[in-house]
């Protein structure tokens, strides 16, 4: 099963503690249960393409027109986000923010942050390999 990382946030200075299952109650200057975790081929394309390219990364899924349905990665600060886009959590010491719409969309699912075949959708820094970021869900998640 996926490690839980970091609690949900829309400032990454502020997801620096908490983790919790869904349904646990938040509570006053508490941190709420994270929304993203990894599977582990998921961790090692991380760790690979931060060690290629030698800076941080972030994760963004938008609700633009352009691949808005897959997580995009980029270089650390690239994308600028916004108001509508919260933090779910931080992966491999990489933020990953999705646009408030589509995060309501899950209804609360918990999201892992995977990979499978194929090339990178839009801008999107690729993992290598042949292989690109996905969202899959409890639900969905092939059985590893």
Excluded at 15 to 39: F, H, L, Q, V, Y
Excluded at 100 to 119: E, Y
């Amino acid at each position: 099963m996926p490690e839980r990382e970091q609690a949900p946030s829309r400032d990454p200075a502020s997801a620096s503690a908490g983790t919790g299952e869904k349904g646990t109650a938040w509570r006053p200057g508490g941190k709420p249960p994270a929304r993203i975790s990894a599977t582990p081929a998921a961790r090692e394309a991380i760790r690979r393409l931060r060690a290629a390219r030698g800076e941080a990364l972030m994760f963004v899924q938008s609700a633009g027109c352009c691949a808005g349905s897959v997580p995009m990665c980029f270089p650390a600060g690239e994308f600028v986000t916004g108001h509508g886009d919260l933090l779910l959590g931080v992966i491999e010491g990489c933020p990953f923010y999705m646009d408030a719409r589509i995060c309501r969309s899950w209804n609360d699912a918990r999201l892992i942050l995977d990979v499978a075949p194929g090339d990178p959708e839009g801008f999107s820094l690729g993992p290598g390999g042949g292989l690109h970021f996905v969202i899959r869900t409890g639900v969905c998640a092939p059985a590893h």
